[in-house]
């Protein structure tokens, strides 16, 4: 099967953070975004880094930044069409979009997003994780689903774009109006999906570095 070309979000505030740019925080021998490039680089072809303001300081990494087309950080979404624009010029037909604050997400991503999609015109698959069981009597699908962690169709971003200008912001809303699946991957003790967003985690993930 075809590697779709992967970007990585790395398009939001960082507020939580006090700002700036999570992805280049150091962990380990490295920084967070070192380590989502070794998990993202053997499952996909090119790779993409979304990211605004000055492309510069990510020049040492070697990828295009492209930044959102949408004013005013409209949220992941306008991260996935910038990503998908980017890959219609190249004549791909899908992307799979992963979190820049993400260090430990499944090393077999890709495949398993791709096989849940067996079947789609239009391949939209959002990784999700089970939840416990406050979190299931509170979600429609009894998941966890991770809409910075997808499988996006190439053919759709017209659609996304007129529904962001809309004002469309919940992720969801617009894989469910398409037929979006999921693939579902199991939480284990460390979930897989954990995201840095403080400090705290920040700490947490040196933790559990290997």
Do not use: C, Y
């Not at 306008?78 to 990503?83: C, K, P, S």
């Amino acid at each position: 099967m075809t590697l779709p070309p992967g970007v990585i979000l790395a398009g939001g505030r960082a507020t939580r953070m006090g700002g700036g740019d999570k992805g280049l925080l150091p962990l380990g021998e490295g920084r967070l975004i070192d380590r989502v490039l070794a998990r993202l680089r053997p499952q996909v072809g090119a790779i993409a880094l979304n990211a605004n303001g000055d492309p510069a300081r990510f020049a040492d990494l070697g990828l295009p930044v492209i930044p959102d087309t949408l004013a005013d950080h409209p949220g992941p979404l306008a991260g996935v069409l910038a990503g998908l624009d980017w890959a219609a010029a190249t004549g791909a037909e899908t992307i799979v979009t992963v979190a820049a604050d993400t260090p430990f997400f499944p090393r077999d991503l890709v495949a398993r997003l791709q096989e849940a999609a067996a079947g789609m015109t239009h391949p939209l698959v959002l990784a999700a994780t089970t939840g416990d069981a406050e979190t299931k009597s509170r979600s429609r699908s009894g998941l966890i689903r991770h809409p910075t962690f997808g499988l996006w169709p190439v053919a759709l971003r017209d659609d996304l774009r007129a529904a962001l200008q809309d004002g469309l912001k919940k992720v969801v809303l617009w894989t469910e109006r398409h037929g979006g699946r999921e693939a579902v991957f199991p939480g284990g003790d460390v979930d897989p999906f954990f995201n840095v967003n403080t400090p705290d985690d920040l700490a947490r993930a040196e933790a559990l570095l290997p």
